[in-house]
C-alpha cells in the first residue's frame, strides 16, 4: 500500500511539472501570437497607406507630363516672342536703310536731271553763238534770230557739264538704283522673316503660367511623383511582410491551440493523479 502512495505522489508530482511546463508553453505560444497579431495590424496599416499614397502614382505620371509639354510651349514662345523682337528690330533697321537709299536715289536722278537740262542749255548757246546775221538756223531753218540763247549755268554757279559729267552722273544714279534695290530685298526679306515669327508666335497659345511658374510646379510634381514612387514600392515591400505575418500567425496559432491542448492535458493527468493519492 505505501508503495502505491508513494507512486501515485511521484505521478502527482510529474504530472504538476507537465501541468507547469504546458501552462508556460501555453503562455509563451500566446505571447508570441500577440506580438505577431500587433506586428501585422502594424503592417497592414502601413501598407494600406503606403497603397494610398502609391496609388497616385499615374496621376502624378500625368501631371508631370503634362506641366513638361507646358514649359516646352512656354519655353518656345518666349524664345519665339525675343526672335520676333530681334527680327522686328532688324526689319525696321533695313527700312530705314531703304527709305534712306530711296532718298540718294532721288537726289542722284533729281541732279542728273538737273545736268542734263545744263547741258542742253548749252548746247543751245553754242548753236546760238555760231549764227551769222541773215544765215539760216542748222535747227530750224530761220534767217531771223531775234533771242538767241545764251550760255546757262548749273546750281552754285559752276560751268555748264561736260558729257564727262553726264555719264559719271547717269553712273552715280545706276550705282544709286542698285543699292535701292539691294537694300529693298533686304528690308522685304527682314519684314517676312518678322512675319513668319509672328506667325509661329500666332500658333501658340498663350498660357496661363509663365516659365518661372511652371518650373516651380515641376519640381513639386516630379517630387511627389518620387514619393509616389517610394510609397509604391513600400507597399510591395509590406505586401511581402504582410503575407509572411500572416504565415506566422497561422502558426502561432496552431502553436496555441497545441499548447492549450498540452495544458489541459496535463491538468487532467494532474487531477486524476491527486485523486489516486487522496484515495
Known amino acids: 500500500k505505501v508503495a502505491e502512495i508513494d507512486r501515485a505522489r511521484e505521478t502527482v508530482i510529474e504530472a504538476g511539472r507537465d501541468d507547469t511546463k504546458a501552462r508556460d508553453l501555453a503562455t509563451v505560444a500566446s505571447a508570441r501570437k500577440s506580438e505577431t497579431m500587433s506586428g501585422l495590424a502594424k503592417a497592414r496599416a502601413e501598407r494600406d497607406e503606403a497603397q494610398t499614397c502609391g496609388a497616385e502614382l499615374p496621376v502624378w505620371e500625368s501631371r508631370v507630363s503634362e506641366i513638361g509639354i507646358a514649359l516646352k510651349r512656354a519655353e518656345r514662345r518666349a524664345q519665339l516672342e525675343a526672335d520676333m523682337a530681334q527680327k522686328a528690330t532688324e526689319a525696321l533697321q533695313a527700312r530705314q536703310l531703304a527709305d534712306e537709299a530711296a532718298h540718294r536715289l532721288e537726289h542722284a536722278r533729281r541732279r542728273a536731271a538737273l545736268l ?3 547741258w542742253l542749255t548749252s548746247q543751245a548757246a553754242a548753236l546760238a553763238a555760231a549764227l551769222e546775221p541773215g544765215m539760216p538756223c542748222p ?27 553726264l ?5 552715280a544714279v545706276t550705282a544709286a538704283e542698285n543699292e535701292w534695290s539691294r537694300l529693298s530685298e533686304a528690308a522685304s ?10 506667325g509661329q508666335l500666332a500658333e501658340l497659345s498663350a498660357g496661363d503660367h509663365d516659365s518661372e511658374s511652371l518650373h516651380f510646379d515641376l519640381r513639386d510634381a516630379e517630387q511627389r ?9 513600400r507597399a510591395q515591400q509590406l505586401d511581402e511582410t504582410v503575407g509572411e505575418l500572416e504565415q506566422q500567425l497561422t502558426a502561432s496559432e496552431l502553436q496555441v491551440a497545441e499548447a492549450d491542448t498540452a495544458s489541459r492535458e496535463a491538468a487532467s493527468r494532474l487531477a486524476a493523479a491527486r485523486e489516486t493519492v487522496e484515495e
Not at 555719264?167 to 553712273?171: E, F
Open 116 to 118: 542734263r537740262e545744263a
Open 139 to 165: 535747227v530750224c531753218g530761220s534767217t531771223s534770230h531775234p533771242f538767241p540763247a545764251h550760255e546757262g549755268v548749273v546750281e552754285g554757279g559752276a560751268k555748264a557739264p561736260s558729257q564727262k559729267d
Open 167 to 171: 555719264r559719271n552722273a547717269d553712273t
Open 189 to 198: 526679306g527682314a519684314s517676312q522673316q518678322e512675319a513668319a515669327v509672328r
Open 225 to 233: 511623383l518620387e514619393a509616389a514612387r517610394d510609397a509604391s514600392q
